[in-house]
């Protein structure tokens, strides 16, 4: 193996794949990266077993040639160092080449690394999925789903399921759901799919790969084709592979929780309620549930407090624009609310209770294709 | 107690104080910042028994009023809860009154908190100083002179002197050193004094303190006043007091470890040589002391190696801009050098050598009151 790469494209994908890199792998040959060079370019992977990433960079497209291939052949480095060694080289191409007994060289500018390869045969083969079940979604649209709701996912490995966000398509809408049953996050949105009548449900992706994927989405337009088989999910950008495991057991049914009807309907300026929650979390988070009271005012007035015996109490009125229905007073966990207000785009926001003991609901004014649902916490 | 004040300001001048304050202290009052209202303006203070800070916020001066004072006194807030409230009230006025029980209610904008204070009377006073030895630097100094030697202490307490950094005066000139007893950092610079011929040695404020202190410093040539005494030293900044206790134990004698002559005598690029070493540190990091190779090769280029029989080696040329004297191979902690170097300002440097087993120098060409020497490290 032998070639000269550009450095610029040659670190933005390493520092791709070395997203699904863990260092604390149980899998010696997992902390490394494979490269595999063949005459149309070079291929890099990596793979916690959880994830996988696969990039490929062209030897040259329209505009630029991006890599001299002497010689084709395989290799697998280090991780740990050969991220860190591309990244800090000093020249603008990067030369690497393959000797006996998998020694490997790597000279850019004034800097020569000699390091010790592993032997590739040994890593392992990433699956090849059936394209059956597919669909497609533009970059941005999907980064924002994945923020709107990977958030509420579970970290308690109790219910293994919940720490998921679950992928739902049906009559062309996919639906993303996250809870941690204390709180919920949907998101909706239509997609294009190749197959007729895509129906698919219990799909449930790790939070963990979701964030990940995140870091490596971008805010353009460009398309991903989502792969949906029973045990994977493949997000395949231009160039890029992005392989998931899904979570086993069943998702719960979420649909029925949430309220169709309401008895106080709220609307709200959007940053000062969540300004007002945020100082209220400055005493909550000291008490347990993060736990947040509030009640219905006259003049169109709500009032948020918090209390703690030890540390003192605070009080703040929010001037909403509409108040409608039945006065309420209802205590529920703020740094929940605020985790929501924290992703919603829209400058005002219902909130929907149906009783001091029931679920209540908080949506953004400007798209009923996201909703956010919290259960209220007891306080006597 | 009550009054109104500036929140920008108000804030401003909190957040030094908390520099001084840990949530960690043994001593339940001091985990509190200290309000004193008069009728001039607010002092405010912290305390961590190691360092304590005193600040005051003048009822008013030629530009601007800060402060409506309705009524004098004093509380003590825990500061944990405090710093943040005040950082995220809302308004551009803070009201700040005590009643009963040290209750105090701090309002702004619509926000009101309600926190339960603690008793001033059990707040213990600051020590009054005496200001006989004192001298005077501009803060831009000060803080340079701090931040390029600080790096050097040490952080074992196997031998605490050591922790700090040692200010010594004579003839004028204020020098300071830090070491670890691998590496030593000193930095010289001319003062002006109060007192007729100052002389004072073995002035060891601990490094944690100054790195506190540095936060503080402005980059401006506005005058610190440095009070020196046996066991105190008090910076005094405009509006603000900066006390930290000293270290006991006799710092080494470091004059004499410096090296009068040298065999081999290098100039290098800084930022080069710097980048040469970050990047052998890459592999340099998983050895024992860091180690790094340097050989004089011919053309007036050195050789930087480093090496791990486990992951690889790397090796990098630098070109000086002059070589002379003996021809020299040693090898020394590449961390140690790369601290320094980050904390000199000129383009080139010198290195001089006396032999692969004695200690070496690091200096700026374009000062002679700067200086690092470094230990070599045995590789045998």
């Known amino acids: 193996m032998h070639f000269v790469v550009d450095r610029r494209i040659f670190v933005e994908n390493v520092q791709h794949v070395n997203k699904s890199i863990s260092s604390r792998t149980t899998i010696p040959i997992l902390a490394g990266m494979k490269i ?31 890599i001299d291939i002497f010689q084709e052949g395989r290799i697998v480095l280090q991780a740990r160092f ?12 990067i030369e690497i080449f393959v000797q006996e007994q998998f020694a490997t060289t790597i000279r850019s500018g ?45 970290t308690q490995e109790t219910r293994p399921v919940l720490t ?19 709180r919920l996050a949907m998101r909706k949105v239509p997609f294009e799919t190749t197959s007729d009548d895509l129906i698919f449900s219990n799909i449930v992706v790790p939070g963990k790969s979701l964030n990940e994927l995140n870091k490596i989405l971008t805010d353009t ?7 949906i088989t029973d045990t994977q999910v493949l997000f395949k950008l231009k160039n890029l592979l992005f392989y998931s495991r899904l979570l086993d057991g069943n998702y719960p049914v979420t649909k029925t929780m949430i309220p169709e009807q309401s008895k106080t309907d709220l609307e709200l300026p959007r940053k000062e309620l969540l300004a007002t929650l945020e100082r209220a979390f400055l005493l909550s988070k000291e008490i347990k549930n993060h736990v947040v009271h509030l009640r219905v005012l006259e ?29 309420i007073r209802i205590s529920f966990n703020g740094k929940n609310l605020i985790d929501a207000l924290k992703v919603i785009d829209s400058d005002h926001v219902y909130i929907r209770f149906t009783g001091a ?9 400007d798209t009923d294709q996201m909703l956010h649902l919290f259960s209220p916490v007891r306080t006597y």
């Open 36 to 66: 595999d060079v063949s005459s149309a370019g070079i291929t890099l992977t990596g793979s916690d077993s959880d994830i996988s990433i696969e990039t490929f960079i062209p030897k040259e497209d329209d505009e630029n040639e991006y």
């Open 82 to 93: 050969f991220v860190d060694i591309v990244r800090k080289l000093p020249g603008d191409k």
């Open 110 to 154: 004034s800097a020569v690394f000699h390091l010790n390869g592993l032997d590739p045969e040994e890593y392992p083969v990433l699956p090849k999925l059936s394209e059956e079940q597919m669909f497609q979604l533009p970059q941005n649209i999907l980064k924002n789903m994945i923020h709107q709701t990977v958030f509420a996912v579970s």
């Open 164 to 182: 998921g966000v679950n992928f739902e398509a049906e009559d062309g809408v996919l639906t993303c759901t996250a809870t941690d049953s204390h």
């Open 221 to 227: 337009d460009d398309p991903v084709d989502v792969v």
């Open 299 to 327: 003049n169109n007035e709500i009032e948020i407090m918090s209390v703690s015996s030890e540390i003192g109490k605070v009080k703040e009125k929010v001037t909403c624009e509409k108040v409608k229905g039945e006065e």
């Open 357 to 365: 003991m029931s679920p209540f609901t908080l949506q953004p004014t």
